[in-house]
């Protein structure tokens, strides 16, 4: 036991660098307000895009779900067998993404994990975007090839990544950007990193976590938004964004799918989401797939906030999307605007510093959703200029 001592003084070290994630504790659901403490607050959190988190169709098909298939999935789907409602999830999803199939995986960030190294072999290369998700990151770590990055959404730098690659023979290349980054909420150029692609004969991924529910035609994602359906060879997705529920999943041609099903790890290693999970997810592409009001107000309350965080003076980044990044640099400033916001104003918007966003980048990132009434995003703008203001931020 004596050897885990460095435990305690590099978990210390994190809280002296204001490194140190304080976890809130919510008392009940995720929504566009929610409880901490017995306090309501207004809650510009979570990824909740479209509030589905607590929707009650969705709450409806989670509990119809467990009635009909009950909880435990038993085993690996490869052993125990797949219940009929993951393979109703997959074709409903397939259908949603415009591609010949899918397969659903316990989340995202194992999408990724279980995906790359698939694909990826030892005389292979694999290139990724510099401010891919983690997930993104950890999943190439895995795969045997050479590995190189290219500059944030720098398509000249991709292509002299392709060449470089090329000319030292590599077999087959793929290429991996998310498509909205979370933390700035950019849009991937994926039109033009595509063309690159093709050029070069290499696969290109993209990690639509954040252009689900968000992006295209009533939220069919970054591929929809961009009409490059069947030029993109791997969509990766989450269901825990914008879907309200749990999941991830892989969608692209028959032949990707069946090879994921015999090769990717989480896939043959670890069991599948829950029937509810499963249900609330095909419930969410119900939502999607009857009106685009959900959608259209995501959009549309992005687009009130950030002209007021604007109206008031406040750096709000480079985004495309309704995420809203409040550029502050410190990060000690940045978890001080936090707390005033949380304490004065009952505001819940978290601070997010290194290592998900570099040093001297922080920011709180304020996540505004369809659920959330003009008066919420209002008072939010109204809270954070107040704080802006003593702080000496504005
Ligand atoms: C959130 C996120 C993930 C992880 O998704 P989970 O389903 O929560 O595991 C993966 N990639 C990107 C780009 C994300 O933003």
């Known amino acids: 036991m004596a050897a885990s ?43 909740n895009y479209l509030g589905l988190a607590n929707h009650p169709r969705i709450v409806d098909a989670a509990k119809a779900a467990l009635d009909r298939y009950g909880l435990g999935p038993g085993a690996v789907r490869t052993i125990a067998g797949t219940m009929t409602i993951h393979d109703e999830l997959e074709s409903r999803l397939a259908a949603f993404k415009g591609v010949e199939a899918a397969i659903s995986l316990q989340s995202g960030f194992v999408a990724n994990i279980g995906t790359i190294a698939t694909l990826v072999g030892a005389d292979d290369a694999v290139i990724s975007d510099e401010l891919n998700h983690a997930s993104i990151v950890d999943g190439v770590r895995l795969a045997k090839g050479a590995r190189s990055i290219y500059r944030h959404a720098d398509v000249e730098d991709l292509r002299r990544t392709l060449r470089k690659a090329r000319d030292a023979g590599a077999g087959r290349v793929l290429v991996i950007t998310d498509g909205v980054f979370s933390m700035d909420g950019d849009i991937a150029p994926l039109d033009r990193i595509v063309a690159a692609a093709e050029d070069f004969d290499a696969m290109v991924m993209v990690d639509d976590a954040h252009g689900e529910g968000v992006l295209g035609r009533g939220g069919r994602g970054i591929v929809d938004h961009f009409g490059l359906h069947g030029r993109v060879d791997v969509e990766v997705g989450t269901m825990s964004k914008a879907f309200g529920a749990i999941g991830g999943y892989v969608a692209g041609s028959r032949d990707l799918i069946e090879w994921l099903s015999q090769r990717a790890r989480p896939f043959l290693f670890s069991s599948a989401a829950t029937p509810p999970d499963v249900g609330a997810c095909i419930a969410a592409i119900d939502i999607l797939e009857d009106s685009t009001d959900l959608v259209d107000r995501l959009w549309a309350n992005g687009a009130r906030f950030k002209a007021a965080m604007q109206a008031a003076g406040f750096d709000i980044g480079e985004s495309q999307t309704p995420i809203t990044p409040v550029m502050l640099g410190d990060v000690t400033l940045a978890r001080e605007v936090s707390r005033r916001l949380f304490d004065h104003h009952g505001v819940f918007a978290q601070a997010i510093g290194f290592p998900t966003v570099p040093h001297g980048k922080a920011r709180i990132r304020v996540m505004v959703s369809a659920a959330h009434s003009h008066d919420d995003l209002d008072r939010c703008a109204a809270a954070f200029a107040e704080v802006g203001r003593e702080l000496g931020v504005l």
């Open 5 to 47: 001592h460095f435990l305690r003084s590099e978990i210390d070290a994190l809280r002296r660098e204001g490194l140190y994630n304080a976890i809130r504790h919510l008392d009940g659901p995720q929504g566009p307000t929610l409880t901490i403490d017995g306090r309501p607050l207004l809650n510009f959190c979570s990824n």
